[in-house]
């Protein structure tokens, strides 16, 4: 499959079956996450990978009751140890993003979650005050096929030399 073809087809999946993440299918999607670009290579990121039923279970009230948070085989959240680092969010982004798209080769499905009480997913997963939560990412196998979305048209987006 090309990277545009990844790219395309991949989709936030909402539903997953219950099938345990092999350990090299996860470490080769957090294999994509480490070898990611960051402003000036700084790798501003620390990823837990949170594998306990009872405790993704525990976390879907964090996350909004979102109940797919517990289907999913693992839960990732995306932190950022030194929080006042200007370029966190985006290049936490760009990790998120590249373990999405190794997630869709390997047969996975995977889903966004921006909508978390971060005080609460500190607690439950313990991590320190002084790290920034920046986002959660849902892994596993889909149950679902995802919601094909409307795109616009570059036409729409894009323009060349000056912003029209």
Known sequence: MSIMDTIKNRRSIRQYRP?????????RVLEAARVAPSAGNHQPWKFVVV???VLRQKLVAACRNQKFVAD???LIVAC???ADRRWNHVDCAIAV????LVA??????????????EDEVRRLVQIPDSVEIVIL?????????????????LAEIVCYDTYQ
Do not use: N, Q, S
């Open 19 to 27: 099938d345990a993440i092999p350990d090299d299918t996860l470490e």
């Open 51 to 53: 594998k306990d039923p």
């Open 72 to 74: 999913a085989g693992v």
């Open 80 to 82: 950022a140890p030194e």
């Open 97 to 100: 993003d590249h373990m999405t």
């Open 104 to 117: 869709h080769e390997e047969g996975l499905g995977t889903c966004w979650i921006g909508a978390f009480e």
């Open 137 to 153: 990412l849902t892994l596993g196998y889909p149950a679902e096929e995802g919601r094909v979305r409307d795109r616009k048209p």
